[in-house]
């Protein structure tokens, strides 16, 4: 059996596969930045909040109404979405005009804010929610373990990214909005409501962070700081891919998951520190980010 | 007329020191922790709950003073915790500061309070400095500490039969402390380290550390970090069918309140240590029943702590007549402790309570007979093995 760098190719499989999934999380949250920065140009820091407040909502409906995680994968997302779009309305919506560095200000307020709240009901320890009886156990690989709601996290984000990828860059409806980002004035006066559009596409990134807040409940624990904890990481990938960039948000999202993977197979101290490092690296290279286009 | 004056105050400051030996008339207690972060379910509120539960036992007075119990946030920061014991001790007339989890903190109060000759009752920080190197006459460690931990599990595990290790080690001074300590004991028993991997604090995904501590074939997994990180690591150790696989996971700083938020099915199997537990005999149940009416919580250890070492700290003053910290701290040191926390517990000239510990393993969810019912208890740990040996501390009140 030969081995790479001392560590043998089961090892580097199941890490590759491991990496795919952590890539999967960070995909799917710089995602829902890339939305909201691309068409509103602001800098959403209550996105981890917006993440957390998505596991919460899985657990409460869960705790408090009985309703399961299927469901709670389709309610969390828009009960939480809604709630971004009370925060368009009352407080996001007068900074558009405002330099970047307001929205982000303010957003980083809000998720202090809202972290603190929750901290406040809940307490720090976190709260439990179980795999769902479907998904529970795994397949061994021969190489790995694989649990089996793991695969189902790698494949359903995967959907969703390249879902979400069509409708902004192949349909009418992305056309518009992009059109909206570019020149709002024109695409207003061809009749189509701008201020509403925005204020629906801040609530569906918000939407996809709690999204990937319901599929982190069952193995992350659900506590008031779990996006603070990941909401620094998920931003330099954003850098990375290019703010705004749909597509570079996704690539370098499962791509970071693989490098962080592998990292933590090598030298596990840095496994932290390696998207940052590279997010130095790509500033200095292409300061646009991979997939970024200067303006 | 000067020197009359002079004699005057003198006599009237030595009557007044003759009849009132309690300071300022009233005996204030001063719970400070952590109310709203990482270790406000194991201290905060409750802990202040424990202090006046012990307060209420004696009837809320002692040498017919009044007791008052004030509580503070220090964040988790050895700033704003010394300023806020400084502000207590100078201007609010605190007279016993308690708790104060989050060794950073604990030890920057035991510095003050030693300093300002105040008594500081130590139960929710954990570091064994605090009765080492950093030791203090007015200092008691009430509750556990590191050593407690590190060598209650590992020493006991191994008995057990857990004789080959892996950590899962948070990679800060905390993490690597607990990780030498635990693996010292480990091989002083007769044990083996088949390997370690550090992690950076505030992991969320430890699939990978769980893979390689899986292929370790190690007995026993020790995880060598808190809070989230450890609730992370077990939960994903279920899912990744470690402990269906053999393999046990040792928490080395995991409490009662954690394993309710990770529930029985996740945490099951899990080997822990404590110095408490509610469900230990008949007093510990009905004390932690009263505890739960009022904070709908089961109590933790720490907070268990709090209540002995207040009850034991009013007892002294009552004994001693006054609030003296020296003769206070005096007759602590004489008298044994006897409560629902402790039986017949001494404490040592480092300022250590010496206690018995418990290795304890999570239930399944078919041994549970309800919420709180967690644990059932392995093995306890005789005081005289549970803390480090005195001569070993470096503790300069030692000769």
């Known amino acids: ?295 | 007329m000067k020197s009359f004056v002079a004699g005057l105050s003198t006599a009237l400051l030595l009557a007044s020191a003759a009849q009132a030996q309690i300071s300022d008339n009233v005996i204030k207690i001063g719970v400070m922790n952590d109310q709203s972060g990482l270790y406000a379910n194991i201290s905060g509120q409750g802990s202040v709950l424990a202090a006046r539960m012990a307060a209420e036992e004696v009837g809320g007075k002692v040498l017919n003073m009044p007791i008052e119990i004030v509580f503070a946030d220090h964040q988790n920061k050895p700033d704003v915790g010394s300023n806020i014991v400084r502000t207590w001790i100078d201007t609010d007339k605190v007279d016993v500061i308690a708790d104060v989890p989050t060794s950073s903190v604990a030890l920057a109060v035991q510095q003050i309070a030693r300093e300002k000759k105040r008594i500081f009752l130590i139960s929710g920080a954990a570091s064994s400095d605090l009765t080492g190197k950093a030791c203090s006459p007015y200092g008691f460690h009430w509750t556990y500490d590191t050593y407690m931990l590190a060598n209650g599990t590992g020493n006991a595990l191994v008995r057990a039969g857990g004789d080959s290790w892996f950590f899962l080690t948070a990679d800060y001074a905390f993490g690597h402390a607990l990780e030498r300590d635990t693996g010292e004991s480990v091989k002083a028993s007769g044990g083996k380290i088949l390997g370690a991997v550090r992690h950076p604090l505030n992991t969320s995904d430890f699939s990978s550390f769980l893979l390689q501590a899986q292929a370790s074939k190690a007995k026993i997994i020790g995880l060598a970090n808190a809070g989230g990180d450890t609730i992370n690591s077990i939960k994903q150790a279920a899912e990744f069918g470690i402990v269906a696989g053999g393999q046990r996971l040792a928490g080395l700083l995991v409490f009662v309140t954690d394993v309710h938020s990770l529930g029985l099915k996740t945490a099951q199997g899990l080997v822990v240590s404590e110095s408490f537990y509610w469900d230990l005999n008949d007093e510990t149940r009905a004390w932690s029943k009263k505890f739960m009416e009022r904070q709908k919580a089961m109590p933790t250890m720490v907070q268990a702590g709090v209540y002995s070492a207040v009850r034991h700290y009013l007892a002294a003053v009552k004994d001693a007549g006054t609030d003296d910290a020296d003769k206070v701290a005096a007759k602590m040191r004489s008298s044994r402790i006897n409560d629902m926390f402790s039986k017949n517990a001494e404490i040592r000239a480092d300022g250590r309570v010496l206690r018995d510990a418990f290795l304890l393993q999570v239930k399944s969810p078919a041994e549970s007979k309800g919420p709180w019912d967690y644990y059932k208890l392995l093995a306890t740990i005789p005081a005289s093995e549970a803390f480090r040996p005195l001569k070993d501390g470096g503790c300069s009140l030692v000769n």
């Not at chain 1, 994968?73 to 809604?82: D, E, Q, R, S, Y």
């Open chain 1, 1 to 295: 059996m030969f081995e790479l760098l001392g560590v043998p190719p089961q090892a580097l499989f199941g890490q590759l596969l491991l990496g795919l999934i952590n890539g999967a999380f960070y995909a799917m949250l710089s995602l829902g930045l890339a939305v909201i920065f691309g068409m509103l140009n602001v800098i959403n820091f209550a996105h981890g909040a917006q993440y957390m407040m998505g596991a919460f909502t899985a657990w409460m409906l869960l705790n408090f109404l009985g309703v399961n995680y299927w469901a709670a994968l389709i309610l969390a997302p828009l009960l939480v979405g809604l709630f971004g779009i009370l925060l368009e309305r009352l407080f996001l919506r007068h900074l558009y005009h405002l330099d970047h560095l307001y929205g982000l200000l303010l957003t980083f307020g809000l998720a202090l804010i809202i972290e603190g709240v929750f901290r406040k009901f809940y307490g720090s320890s976190g709260q439990p929610y179980s795999i769902p009886e479907e998904l529970t156990g795994g397949h061994n690989l021969g190489f790995m373990f694989l649990p089996n709601y793991r695969a189902w996290v790698v494949a359903f984000s995967l959907v969703v990214c390249l879902a979400v990828w069509y409708l902004i860059e192949r349909t009418k409806l992305g056309s518009y909005l992009r059109a909206a980002t570019e020149n709002p004035t024109l695409v207003q006066a061809f009749g189509i409501n701008v201020p509403r559009m925005v204020m629906l596409t801040y609530g569906f990134g918000v939407g996809l962070a709690a999204l990937a807040g319901v599929m982190a409940a069952p193995i992350y624990q659900v506590s008031p700081l779990m996006g603070a904890n990941l909401i620094i990481v998920v931003f330099a990938v954003v850098v990375i891919g290019g703010m705004g960039s749909i597509l570079g948000s996704i690539v370098t999202g499962f791509g970071l998951g693989v490098v962080e993977g592998f990292t933590k197979v090598f030298y596990p101290e840095a496994s932290n520190t390696v998207i940052f490092v590279i997010m130095a690296i790509v500033l200095v290279l292409r300061p646009a980010g991979l997939f970024g286009r200067a303006q």
